[in-house]
């Protein structure tokens, strides 16, 4: 038997873990099995803080999964991060790859239902988070080949969902994709979301407002205009260059940015022809996470940036002086995000994710101060949101749809 | 239904590196067609160029008499099979079946008549009311290929799509997948690198290196008749025994080939299939004999002293050493090795009863000998 772990260190329970043995078998404190229909034998094993997913399959299938993750993971693709690798154990058992959950990820089960959780526009979230997904993945020249809503797992990300792969067992890497491939990948996407919304529907757990056939049926429009904004060829008169400017700021806006800008002189000299290479997602959770430190989803950062550009602005006005970046960051940090964190009861606060947290709060406050008609403080609207919101709400830091 | 065409069809990628230098071949009407060749040989880049997932750089790929290079793949009418073959747990086998049509907004009436028809070939008319749950493994592979069949495409085109699935499974749905296309007389193209699979599905098989087509026929032709040495040691497990040889002598009537210190006389014909031996005498060959042309019935026989003893069950293994080098196809050509020895695998009967050092005289069936040229790996046959 061989056991391959990425980081040793940080997971030492593994190898007390009774690697040898079916995980049909295993009776293991903290283990559950995941609920719904799948190809191989799945578990969840909870140790402390941590949770795992343990999928039995065949030794090169194992071997070829945990290859592919870590490319996604180094490629810094939405993913689940992948743990370890067990092959060859006695008796041509099958192998083990081992995952872990990921901390305040949603299933689709959980959070479609409706109940518990509270989103706005679910549908069109959904479909927006996972045609996002896939158009990262084939930028990157993935392809899936089984995208669907149980091969996905989501986040809270502000206003929006963030979506990641967690299962790439019928994924290729390429160079890059064809229109075929990626065309194809996108039947396959519409086929099986269609499928996984209809079975909740018939199971009587979709939340009432989402229609399965439209929803599935939009991704394909979501998929293509996000596609063709990040990757479009744009045509300008050769006076009109501020129009680079513009489309870098849309590319921005969507969270990507652009490694290399191809300024094409057409016949003639009249015009210019531009091809951006897109390749990065998450500028805006970059940009936070250098001016503060704080990990956050693209949209959270948006939103959290925000924050930080007007808490720039009260500062400037009382000082006279203006405030650099890197200053109001972080005296926001001191002055605003951290004591509003530290405000939460201490039993809540794992409830959601800070950067989530300190969004959710804005919200409310904006809520709050729409009913007053007047601007709410910060101490107000903590109390009344942990009172009103937070303690109402289960604790997604682990949620997931597992029988003990 | 549809014949598919390849004319000098080609794939070569911006590097440089060419996938498929130029391939012919034509799938039939209704024709159960295996790809099969060893990792790298370029046979799912084939399917993807049919299926319109990679750009063709040369040639002609036709859909019967249409040219569909520049076609996207939903333009093809193609299905490829087995992307996902997830069931949905709290749907019937009917919805499971019918969700699909549901997305393509189809009639319900329609969709009726289509579920009965695929329940009715799938042989799952008592359960449709199901949950899938409710099944068995070889049921539920049947519903998921329900799915892929309802569409009715043109073509079916399948890569590897066993490989996910236990050993049990595998050669369950193997059968399943043969009976099914038989019955459906879709044309289908299917993609493997497991030559077992190769040879029990497929009507015909072509065996692919280096994306050039090495020979492409019925399982029982390539078995018995390879063109070349690739494919002789390419199908067939335990593979064909090929060692080097010397035609000795030709006359009207027979051919004397040596094999080592053996000599093996063919007649009648035996001679007579192998008849462009007869031009070279005094001449180096490859010569191949299956592992099961040296246990049953035959007119030659060959003495040797037993190294090994293998069991199966149905088939007993034996292996021997021979003086004399063994040989092997390599890209390009054919490799003599350079150990003087080589072990020869007899296939037996397994009430046969036999042990490590003993003396064998093993029979060999002379209408089974192969010989292929030293320097071209191709077969040598009628001259």
């Not at chain 1, 605003?336 to 959710?360: C, G, M, N, S, W």
Request: aromatic share 6%; glycine share 8%; net charge negative.
């Amino acid at each position: 038997m061989r056991l391959q772990l990425a980081k040793p260190a940080e997971h030492p329970d593994i190898v007390r873990w009774p690697l040898d043995q079916a995980l049909d078998d295993w009776t293991i404190e903290g283990l559950h099995r995941v609920v719904g229909l799948h190809r191989h034998v799945v578990r969840m094993v909870e140790v402390g803080q941590l949770s795992y997913v343990v999928k039995e399959l065949p030794d090169h299938l194992a071997e070829r999964e945990w290859r592919l993750l870590r490319e996604l993971v180094e490629a810094d693709l939405p993913t689940a991060e992948v743990v370890g690798v067990v092959t060859g154990r006695d008796d041509d058992a099958d192998g083990l790859l081992i995952t872990r959950h990921l901390d305040y990820s949603l299933p689709y089960r959980v959070m479609l239902s409706g109940r518990g959780l509270r989103i706005p526009y679910l549908g069109d979230r959904v479909l927006d988070a996972l045609a996002g997904l896939l158009v990262r993945l084939h930028l990157a020249g993935f392809f899936w080949g089984d995208c669907s809503l149980s091969n996905t797992l989501f986040r809270r990300d502000a206003d929006a969902l963030s979506a990641y792969i967690i299962d790439v067992e019928t994924g290729e890497r390429h160079t890059s994709l064809s229109d075929g491939q990626r065309r194809l990948d996108l039947q396959i996407a519409t086929e099986n979301v269609a499928g996984d919304l209809l079975d909740l529907q018939m199971g009587g757990m979709l939340a009432e407002g989402i229609d399965p056939v439209e929803t599935a049926l939009a991704i394909e429009s979501a998929y293509e205009g996000l596609w063709q904004e990040l990757t479009g060829i744009d045509e300008f008169n050769a006076d009109e260059t501020f129009r680079v400017d513009k489309r870098l700021r849309r590319l921005h806006d969507l969270g990507f940015d652009a490694a290399e800008l191809e300024l094409v002189t057409t016949a003639g000299g009249t015009t210019l022809r531009l091809v951006p290479r897109v390749v990065e997602h998450g500028f805006h959770a970059q940009r936070l996470r250098a001016l503060t430190g704080l990990q956050s989803g693209e949209n959270q950062a948006r939103r959290l940036l925000n924050d930080i550009s007007r808490y720039g602005a009260v500062l400037e006005q009382r000082t006279g002086r203006k405030v650099n970046d890197s200053i109001a960051a972080a005296r926001w940090l001191d002055d605003r995000f951290e004591p509003t964190i530290a405000a939460i009861p201490a039993d809540l606060v794992a409830k959601l994710e800070p950067a989530e947290l300190y969004h959710q709060v804005l919200e409310h406050r904006w809520f709050l101060s729409e009913r007053a008609g007047g601007d709410v403080g910060m101490a107000e609207t903590v109390a009344s949101y942990v009172r009103d919101v937070l303690s109402l709400a289960p604790t997604e830091q682990v949620l997931h749809p597992t029988e003990p | 239904m549809s014949t598919l065409t390849m004319v000098n069809l080609q794939k070569r990628y911006a590097n440089g590196f060419e996938a498929v230098p130029g391939l012919d071949l034509e799938i039939h009407d209704g024709e159960f067609l295996v790809l099969v060749g060893p990792s790298g040989c370029g046979k799912s880049t084939v399917l993807r160029m049919v299926a319109g997932l990679e750009d063709i750089t040369g040639g002609d790929l036709m859909i019967d008499d249409k040219r569909v290079n520049d076609f996207g793949p939903q333009q093809r009418d193609i299905a490829m099979v087995f992307q996902s073959y997830a069931l949905y747990p709290n749907m019937t086998v009917a919805d499971n079946i019918a969700f699909a049509m549901r997305l393509r907004k189809t009639d319900k009436e329609v969709m009726k008549k289509k579920v009965a028809e695929v329940a009715e070939l799938l042989e799952l008319t008592a359960v449709l009311d199901r949950k899938p749950g409710q099944l068995s493994g070889g049921q539920r592979q049947r519903v998921a290929m329900g799915r892929a069949i309802v569409r009715e495409p043109k073509m079916f085109l399948m890569d590897e799509p066993l490989s996910n699935l236990d050993a049990k499974l595998r050669v369950q749905t193997r059968a399943e997948i043969s009976k099914l296309q038989r019955r459906l007389g879709v044309t289908t193209m299917y993609v493997t690198h497991d030559q077992v699979e190769a040879m029990t599905m497929g009507d015909r098989v072509a065996v692919l290196r280096k994306g050039m087509l090495m020979q492409c026929a019925s399982p029982a032709e390539l078995y018995e008749s390879p063109d070349n040495l690739f494919v002789a040691q390419f199908i067939g497990s335990p593979s064909m025994n090929v060692i080097r040889g010397q035609v000795l002598s030709a006359d009207d009537g027979s051919i004397t080939v040596s094999v080592g210190q053996q000599q093996v006389t063919l007649e009648g014909a035996a001679a007579d299939r192998l008849s462009g031996l007869r031009s070279m005498v005094g001449r180096p060959i490859a010569v191949g004999i299956r592992p099961e042309a040296l246990g049953g019935d035959g007119t030659a026989t060959v003495e040797v002293d037993v190294d090994l003893v293998e069991m199966l069950g149905s088939e007993l293994l034996v292996h021997s050493t021979v003086n004399a080098p063994a040989v092997y196809s390599i890209e390009g050509g054919v490799e003599i090795s350079e150990h003087p020895d080589s072990t020869v695998v007899a296939s037996l009967d397994p009430r046969k009863r036999v042990k490590i050092g003993d003396r064998l005289t093993l029979t060999l069936d002379t209408l089974r000998v192969h010989a292929f040229d030293l320097d071209t790996g191709n077969a040598i046959g009628r001259g």
